[in-house]
């Protein structure tokens, strides 16, 4: 079997034919697994003998003529994602020793069509950071240079996907955070649209702007990921009701005319892009003006509001989230207690990490009393300008498209201590997290290092079907 495999088609194909089985493919990515992981860090846990017995079950039923549409499909798991019987960590201390009791639904609806659950990934502490270096387990590293980091928060899943230990992971997209590492680690990141997915078995974070995402090595397999997991759920009162459209077969249909697409002026002379990316973002414009699709420049002045919004809501949201994590019920507990009060304050002070606590601060800060007003119902105020202006845009074009970062993957420890050029890491993700509208990162090439180069596509709200057509056209 070779190395790297490209797509969960050729999987199916070898295994209709009889050349592969799934214990075949199974043992195949263990030992990918087992020969690249210690170097990079990807997976906290890998489900070695419970894979090998699925992938037993999963032929017999290939045997039988009763497999799932995911028969075949090896998959791993962010660390916030509900897995019955599995620990569950958000890669905190703070949840040590934490088992979940129920499979979250994305994780249920995967499993129930034979889809095979490889292990568990690493990932920025409850998912907060654009670098995957403030997990409690340490750095994961990005193959194409392990001095880099993969991008954040999902960096261990797209490091899962980029080096071939499987053919999908499962991650999630607050605001940029599979978006980004795909574009690091030079694979297709979706963010559906909110509520497209159901975040029942999702470790809250900012519970309205959390999304499930996907990542692949191509939009095929996306696709086919997101109608398995996509839909309505009784669990999740935020969840959209819309009937889910066959993603994979809607692929390669004929569009009724080619798309037209907008670019944000403001993306392309961002003070921080860099002159590789934005030259590679020009050739990619101007490629699809050859290929005759209309591809106008827009203004989007609103744009640098998007961050200081996000970053606004998103700690509010946390502090809120996360107070429930205070060593009472679950998870860890200080052992240098003397009565309640200290028990509260020494848990969450020993058992979170120091980004966790800057955003709970943060957070804490802009919903008190005093500044309530003149920042969360500001923020909030903006966000609702900001969705009105993209609706706008939206009224005259298919897509927007953007570089996916300023940078391509830096090197791990560049910005210790530097918060806010982190944060600035998330300047072209985060208006479709604010906005609440489906996007894809597709690879775009490399700068001169050879380092990955990511292109942003964002589309309407509940166009994933015409996203995924488009990002798979353009990467052919």
């Known amino acids: 079997m070779k190395t790297h495999i490209d797509s969960f088609a050729s999987v199916q194909k070898a295994i209709q034919n009889k050349t592969l089985t799934c214990v075949e493919l199974v043992e195949h990515y263990l030992k990918v697994i087992h020969e690249k992981n210690p170097s990079l860090n990807a997976f906290l846990e890998v489900y070695d003998e419970e894979a090998k017995a699925q992938a037993k079950l999963v032929d017999e039923k290939i045997q039988n003529g ?16 509900c897995h019955k019987d599995h620990k569950l960590g958000a890669a905190s201390k703070m949840l040590e020793g934490f088992e979940s009791q129920f499979d979250g639904t994305a994780v249920e609806r995967l499993l129930k ?19 995957n270096e403030n997990s409690a387990f ?35 997209d607050t ?3 599979v978006r980004q590492p795909a574009a690091f680690c030079g694979i297709v990141g979706l963010k559906p649209t909110y509520s497209r997915i159901s975040r029942y078995g999702l470790i809250a974070f900012a519970s309205s702007f959390d999304s499930i995402g996907i990542f692949a090595n191509n939009a095929a397999d996306v696709a086919i990921t997101l109608e398995v997991i996509a839909g309505k759920d009784d669990n999740d009162s935020t969840v959209s009701q819309r009937e889910v459209p066959k993603y994979s077969e809607l692929l390669n249909k004929k ?12 993306t392309l002379h961002s003070e921080g892009l860099s002159e590789e990316i934005k030259a590679a973002t020009i050739a990619k414009i101007e490629q699809l003006k050859s290929e005759g699709y209309e591809v106008e420049e827009v203004d989007f002045s609103l744009l640098k509001y998007a961050l200081p919004t996000y970053y606004i809501l998103i ?12 060593g009472v019920r679950y998870g860890f507990r200080s052992p240098n207690v ?36 003149a920042y969360f119902t ?58 609440g509208i489906p996007a894809i990162s597709i690879p775009n090439g490399t700068d001169k290092e050879g380092l990955p180069i990511g292109l942003q596509i964002m589309g309407n709200y509940f166009s994933e079907d015409k996203l995924l057509a488009f990002a798979d056209e353009m990467m052919k």
């Open 66 to 81: 009763t497999a799932g549409k995911l028969a075949g499909m090896i998959v791993g798991l962010k660390d916030v994602l």
């Open 113 to 131: 069509e034979d889809a095979i659950v490889i292990g568990r990934q690493n990932c920025d502490e409850f998912a907060m950071g654009s670098s």
């Open 138 to 172: 340490g750095a994961v590293k990005n193959e194409i240079g392990t001095n880099r980091v993969p991008g954040g928060s999902s960096g261990g899943s797209a490091v899962a996907v980029q080096a071939g230990m499987c053919m999908v992971s499962l991650g999630s």
């Open 175 to 177: 605001g940029g955070s």
């Open 255 to 266: 569009l009724d005319r080619k798309p037209k697409i907008a670019y944000i002026k403001e």
């Open 315 to 326: 700690t509010a949201e946390a502090s809120t989230n996360l107070s429930r994590y205070d």
């Open 338 to 373: 003397t009565d309640l009060e200290s028990m509260y304050k020494k848990t969450r002070t020993e058992g979170f990490g120091k980004e966790v606590k800057r955003r709970i601060m943060l957070g804490t800060f802009v919903l008190s009393a005093s500044y309530y007003d």
């Open 378 to 435: 500001k923020a909030q105020k903006v966000r609702r300008k900001i969705q009105e202006a993209m609706k706008e845009l939206f009224s005259n074009y298919d897509f927007i498209i953007s570089p996916t970062t300023p940078t391509t993957a830096f090197e791990i420890g560049k910005y210790e201590g530097e918060t806010v050029e982190l944060y600035l890491a998330d300047l072209f993700t985060v208006p479709a997290s604010v906005v």
